[in-house]
């Protein structure tokens, strides 16, 4: 029972993320390695807005999550827009740059030091034999009901209707009269929100540093592309087995804690031989 | 230390960065190999070189020559589930390889023995080569000539190579795989030759960092290393040798330089470092908008003259 309820917590965190990347990949054909430098921006600036600022850290996770969405925006404004058309390369590069720099920024403003939010601690509930704080429990429902609200929001609205297009095909959406270049900033809004997220449930399950955004780059980039890259349900997929692969390899097959970024990498070069594609194959937005 | 010792520790390093600029630029500039690992190759050519001189008791020479035949092998290995793949992947998965070797390196402390050493705590005392013979006041120049030899024969051998009909296909390669296909070369196996003939000089260039700073660990092999020598090779200009060593002196110059800017501005050496590593990202990012041939374009001109040789032919 721990290892579903470690998994589900793992799996929501990287979803999250992972929906966020694949997206952006759909729209722009590139690979945004700076996407989960979003997250750790989420989680500092709700920090800073919660434990500075002396608002409750709910308020201040949603005042955070909208303002990362619009930096997300400015963003590609400032940097990709201007690459639009470039080869993936040129934008993958870029957004290394970019997430070095953002990183380095926080860093530079807050330290390297681990934080945490400023939150009663929990004790564990203990659920058929597993324990899970009110806290871990809050994680999987809120993960759960986002991808809820995006999966009425991309069938069931205009909005997602233009995104389901442009994803598609983008001469054609243009043709049809859909503003794409809209479209791909509201993607970047929904996905660095997204990231931001995850940033601050990672920071409220664990703790807050620099580093958390790059230390899960590799899970979240398999669990994309495990789920097929620009897929977002395979990505939700993709989030849940590897959250699962993650927590039973430690647990039953007692692979290293250390080594728990071999097993998200095993995972993925296993993927890339078998089923490039991912195991839900590419069928965009 | 003085002034001039300080400029020849600067050579030092920009020759050892160069040799890894150099050899990141022969697989991205020359194949279109997108390695995010780069890295790796570096930490396994100087553990590899530290554990045969240390543990193995061979000469420096030897280990050099194990960090070469170590860093060349993990290039192919790396190339055989990977091989076949588009560039964003090949990203993804060089990124992970190169964490996966850090992660190596801190887990297993037994590769090498003893209470606090190897593992995270690195291993300290690395023997500096012929430090017996010659004299300690001159000892930095002497390593910084064999720096220098070395990188001279990188850039020799690499620049030879790109001219060679095996450098010409990993040329074509690089503008997609359709056309050599086409032509019957088989893609796969040049990508491969082409990780490991790079990864062996970049392991080279770990094994005479190891030498040089005489204590590693896995801290000196983190991801950043890898964006600061693509910093290196994008500055001094995709696809060119000497760009590659231009970009690695103009990087580490300005890295070294900017290391005494505490001492003029009120600013603590940690958000310094923060402050240089933002001024890396964004230098990353501006000579991808604005100036992406870099410093010293490549040179495409004299293709254009030896077709007009065939075609007059």
Not at chain 2, 243 to 264: E, P
């Amino acid at each position: 029972m721990q290892v579903i309820f470690n998994s589900l917590i793992r799996a929501a965190e990287l979803g999250l993320l992972a929906v966020g990347l694949t997206m952006v990949y759909d729209l722009l054909k590139f690979a945004n390695f700076s996407h989960t430098t979003f997250a750790t921006i989420g989680a500092y600036l709700a920090l800073l807005l919660s434990s500075n600022a002396g608002l409750s850290v709910y308020l201040g996770a949603i005042i955070a999550i909208p303002v990362v969405g619009l930096l997300g925006v400015l963003l590609d404004k400032v940097v990709f827009k201007r690459l639009r058309g470039s080869s993936p390369v040129i934008l993958m590069i870029t957004s290394f740059g970019v997430s070095l720099a953002l990183r380095n920024v926080i860093r530079a403003i807050w330290g390297s030091d681990i934080r945490s939010f400023d939150i009663p601690l929990y004790r564990g509930i203990n659920i058929l034999g597993g324990m899970i704080t009110p806290i871990q429990i809050g994680i999987i429902v809120i993960a759960i009901v986002v991808m809820i609200i995006f999966h009425i929001l991309l069938h069931n609205t205009r909005l997602g209707k233009s995104m389901r297009a442009t994803s598609d095909n983008v001469s054609l959406a243009q043709a049809s009269g859909i503003e794409t270049e809209k479209v791909i900033q509201v993607v970047w809004f929904i996905g660095t929100a997204f990231a931001a997220l995850a940033g601050i449930l990672m920071g409220l399950d664990t703790q807050v540093q620099p580093r958390m955004g790059f230390d899960i780059i590799i899970p979240v980039f398999s669990a994309t592309i495990l789920g097929g890259l620009g897929n977002p349900y395979g990505a939700m997929l993709g989030a849940l087995a590897l959250g699962f692969a993650e927590n039973i390899g430690i647990t039953w097959f007692n692979i290293p804690t250390g080594y728990k970024p071999a097993i998200a990498f095993g995972i993925l070069i296993l993927i890339l031989l078998v089923r490039p594609s991912g195991i839900m194959g590419k069928k965009g937005l | 230390m003085g002034i001039v010792n300080y400029l020849a520790h600067i050579g030092i390093m920009i020759g050892i960065y160069g040799i890894l600029s150099l050899t990141l630029n022969f697989q991205y500039g020359f194949t279109g190999l997108v390695n995010f690992g780069h890295v790796a190759f570096f930490a396994l050519g100087a553990y590899g070189s530290t554990l045969l001189v240390m543990s193995g008791g061979t000469h420096f020479l030897v280990g050099l020559i194990g960090a070469f035949i170590i860093g060349g092998i993990f290039g192919l290995i790396i190339s055989l589930p990977t091989g076949n793949l588009k560039e964003d992947y090949w990203a993804i998965a060089t990124l992970a390889a190169a964490e996966i070797v850090r992660l190596f390196f801190v887990n297993e402390g037994w590769i090498y023995g003893g209470p606090y050493v190897a593992g995270p705590f690195g291993i300290r005392g690395i023997p500096s080569p012929w430090s017996n013979v010659i004299p300690t006041d001159v000892y930095i120049f002497f390593y910084l000539g064999l720096v220098a030899i070395f990188l001279l024969i990188t850039y020799l051998f690499l620049n030879f190579l790109s001219n060679t009909p095996f450098g010409r296909v990993l040329k074509a390669i690089r503008e997609g795989d359709d056309l050599p296909k086409a032509l019957g070369k088989n893609v796969f196996s040049f990508k491969a030759r082409s990780m490991g003939i790079s990864g062996a000089f970049a392991g080279l260039a770990g094994g005479l960092f190891a030498h040089y700073v005489s204590f590693i660990s896995p801290y000196n092999f983190q991801a950043i290393e890898t964006f600061i020598v693509w910093a290196m090779v994008v500055v001094g200009g995709i696809g060119n040798n000497r760009g590659a060593i231009a970009g690695a002196a103009i990087v580490q110059l300005f890295y070294s330089s900017t290391r005494f800017l505490k001492d003029y501005v009120p600013i603590d050496s940690k958000t310094l470092a923060s402050v240089r590593m933002i001024a890396i990202g964004l230098l990353i990012v501006l000579v991808m908008l604005f100036w992406q041939e870099g410093l010293i374009k490549e040179k495409k001109s004299e293709y254009k003259n030896k077709l007009k040789r065939v075609s007059h032919d």
